[in-house]
C-alpha cells in the first residue's frame, strides 16, 4: 500500500514562496507518475504540475514560469517549488501517484490516480 503524506503549506503575501514536499512510502516503484493537485473550495479539483519517470514534467498553463515540480528518488520525495505566488493560488494542494503511459501523465486527470496524500493548504494573501 502506498502512503503519501504532504507538508510545507502556510500562509503567504502575493509574490512569496513554498515549497511543498510529498514523502511517499510503501510499494512505490510501479507508481511512475507523481502529480500535485488543488482543489478550492467549491472548485474542482485540479491538475498542477505531474511529474513521469522522474524526468519528464508537465504544468497547467496557470502555474507555467511559476511552479516547479521535482522529484527525489533517493527520499522517495517530490516536491513542488511555488514562485510568484497569486490569491488565486490559494488551494487545498494534494499528491497524487499513478502508473501509467505518459500521456496519462501528461493530461493531469485526477479520476486516474490511484493514491493520495491528505493535503496541506496553501493561503496566499494580497
Known amino acids: 500500500q502506498v502512503r503519501l503524506v504532504e507538508s510545507g503549506g502556510g500562509s503567504v503575501q502575493a509574490g512569496g514562496s513554498l515549497r511543498l514536499s510529498c514523502a511517499a512510502s510503501?510499494?512505490?516503484?510501479?507508481?511512475?507518475?507523481m502529480g500535485w493537485f488543488r482543489q478550492a473550495p467549491g472548485q474542482e479539483r485540479e491538475g498542477v504540475a505531474a511529474i513521469y519517470s522522474a524526468y519528464s514534467t508537465y504544468y497547467a498553463d496557470s502555474v507555467k514560469g511559476r511552479f516547479t515540480i521535482s522529484q527525489d528518488n533517493a527520499k522517495n520525495t517530490v516536491y513542488l517549488q511555488m514562485n510568484s505566488l497569486k490569491p488565486e493560488d490559494t488551494a487545498m494542494y494534494y499528491c497524487?501517484?499513478?502508473?501509467?503511459?505518459?500521456?496519462?501523465?501528461?493530461?493531469?486527470?485526477?479520476?486516474?490516480?490511484?493514491?493520495w496524500g491528505q493535503g496541506t493548504q496553501v493561503t496566499v494573501s494580497s
Open positions: 497524487a501517484a499513478l502508473s501509467g503511459p505518459s500521456w496519462l501523465c501528461h493530461a493531469m486527470n485526477w479520476v486516474q490516480y490511484k493514491y
Open positions: 510503501g510499494y512505490t516503484y510501479n507508481n511512475n507518475c
